[in-house]
């Protein structure tokens, strides 16, 4: 095959940013700089991510499931398949915070559970937090994560993993009640000790005023601008794909036509046989030892009818 891992080359300046920490997470909250995330699913995709100095976090987000392993829902999703994903994104991974969604299931049933299950995604896998879909449910399992050193990234409003009992995935908080239980939820987890916070899918007003009630940095999917932060899946930035786009995906590049094109015109030029070129895209073999080879299969050349048997 002709890729190859890259090759790492003294003469290309590292990337100019040091690992960010949660501390630099902090620091950007507090001057007001907007902190970008981002998911990825693989080495190409970490890659990508790592590409730029701007982006902060890099998130093995359990919509895996759906982008890169065609299962319908992230309650599919188990934890050997995100902790051998998570593997290939940390071995990509330059200076953005390492995160990974702790699957479905795998942080439910006990405390003790959650911990041997955040533990392999940080001694297996490498990544430096782990982020948690739920509410005030969740806080002994924040807490005791967060005790026993393993930043926690809570997750707020809409909980893909509960698209079931929440009938689809809706938007969050709209009513006075459904607002204040967000609310609650935030605080309630910034008192158990999460470093961050997703806040999926709620109103832009809802968005703001968590943001302001919390003194951790808010990271926003389909929460408005006043977050602290961004999120999006990778897939839906690039526009690897063509089908729903949800309101608040923006599509900063147009992948899949690019993608599409290029099986196309390979197709196509495999059949009608302008790929390979003889000369340019093939090796060759020095003529003497073809003939030697040729002889040494029984085959006699009369030059100028090279390859006849005789
Ligand atoms: O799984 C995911 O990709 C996510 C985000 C987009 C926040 O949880």
């Known amino acids: 095959m002709s890729v190859r891992p890259p090759v790492k080359d003294p003469t290309t300046p590292p990337i100019p940013r040091k690992k960010v920490t949660i501390q630099a997470l902090r620091a950007l909250r507090q001057s007001k700089t907007p902190i970008a995330m981002l998911t990825a699913y693989d080495y190409p995709s970490a890659l990508a991510c790592s590409s730029s100095t701007l982006t902060d976090i890099t998130l093995v987000g359990d919509s895996l499931a759906q982008v890169c392993l065609g299962y319908a829902s992230t309650t599919q999703l188990t934890l050997d398949e995100m902790v051998h994903h998570a593997k290939a994104v940390a071995r990509g991974t330059t200076h953005p915070l390492l995160i990974a969604d702790m699957p479905f299931g795998s942080y439910h049933t006990s405390v003790s559970d959650a911990v041997a299950n955040a533990v392999r995604l940080v001694r297996e896998a490498g990544v430096e937090g782990v982020k948690l879909e739920g509410g005030r449910e969740i806080v002994d399992v924040v807490r005791k994560l967060t005790e026993v050193g393993i930043p926690v990234m809570a997750h707020v409003g809409l909980l893909p993993q509960r698209h079931s009992a929440l009938s689809g995935y809706k938007v969050q908080g709209r009513s006075v009640e459904g607002a204040r239980r967000v609310v609650r939820d935030a605080l309630a987890l910034e008192e158990a000790g999460a470093f961050s916070m997703v806040v999926e899918a709620v109103p832009k007003e809802l968005g703001?005023?968590?943001?302001?009630?919390?003194?951790?940095?808010?990271i926003g999917i389909g929460a408005g601008p006043w977050t602290s932060g961004q999120v999006l899946v990778f897939d839906d930035v690039m526009g690897t794909w063509s089908g729903h786009k949800a309101k608040f995906v923006r599509r900063f590049a147009n992948m899949k036509d690019v993608r599409d094109t290029g099986v196309q015109r390979?197709?196509?030029?495999?059949?009608?046989?302008?790929?390979?070129?003889?000369?340019?895209?093939?090796?060759?073999?020095?003529?003497?030892?073809?003939?030697?080879f040729l002889h040494s299969e029984g085959i006699h050349v009369q030059r100028g009818n090279a390859g006849d048997r005789a």
């Open 266 to 292: 390979y197709a196509e030029a495999v059949r009608d046989g302008t790929f390979p070129d003889a000369e340019a895209e093939s090796y060759a073999m020095d003529e003497t030892e073809w003939d030697k």
């Open 208 to 218: 703001r005023y968590i943001t302001e009630r919390v003194r951790i940095p808010t």
